[in-house]
């Protein structure tokens, strides 16, 4: 079992920048793809970034790639989404998840290829 904790959502102008953070709970963390997803009101869950249980392999929805990067440290059980050059229609309830992948790896890009999510932390960007 493994518990997801985001924080450091908040209101930021556009073009600023902001970080969340995602703490996991439990002692095989170095063993999960993590990922990062978005749900605006009234839209679909998307996905905006992930990464390998190594940190090795990182990879980007369109929409971010540029402007937001995803890392990792296994040792404080710790996934990290900053974001950089932020528009309004970043604005949204962002969630990290994990899956269990053991030492492989795979791009898990769909929300039901996680098992795992936290609550969300709100991200609101003003024009």
């Known amino acids: 079992q493994v518990e997801l904790v985001e924080s450091g959502g908040g209101l930021v102008q556009a073009g600023g920048s902001l970080r969340v953070s995602c703490a996991a709970s439990?002692?095989?963390?170095?063993?999960?793809?993590m990922g990062w997803f978005r749900q605006a009101p009234g839209k679909e869950r998307e996905f905006v970034a992930a990464?390998?249980?190594?940190?090795?392999?990182?990879y980007y929805a369109n929409s971010v790639k540029g402007r937001f990067t995803i890392s990792r440290d296994n040792a404080k059980n710790t996934v990290y989404l900053q974001m950089n050059n932020l528009k309004p229609e970043d604005t949204a309830v962002y969630y990290c998840?994990?899956?269990?992948?053991?030492?492989?790896?795979?791009?898990?890009?769909?929300?039901?290829?996680?098992?795992?999510w936290g609550q969300g932390t709100q991200v609101t960007i003003s024009s």
């Open positions: 998840a994990g899956k269990f992948s053991g030492l492989g790896w795979k791009q898990y890009r769909a929300p039901y290829e996680y098992d795992y």
């Open positions: 439990g002692r095989t963390f170095s063993r999960y793809a």
């Open positions: 990464i390998n249980w190594s940190a090795e392999m990182t």
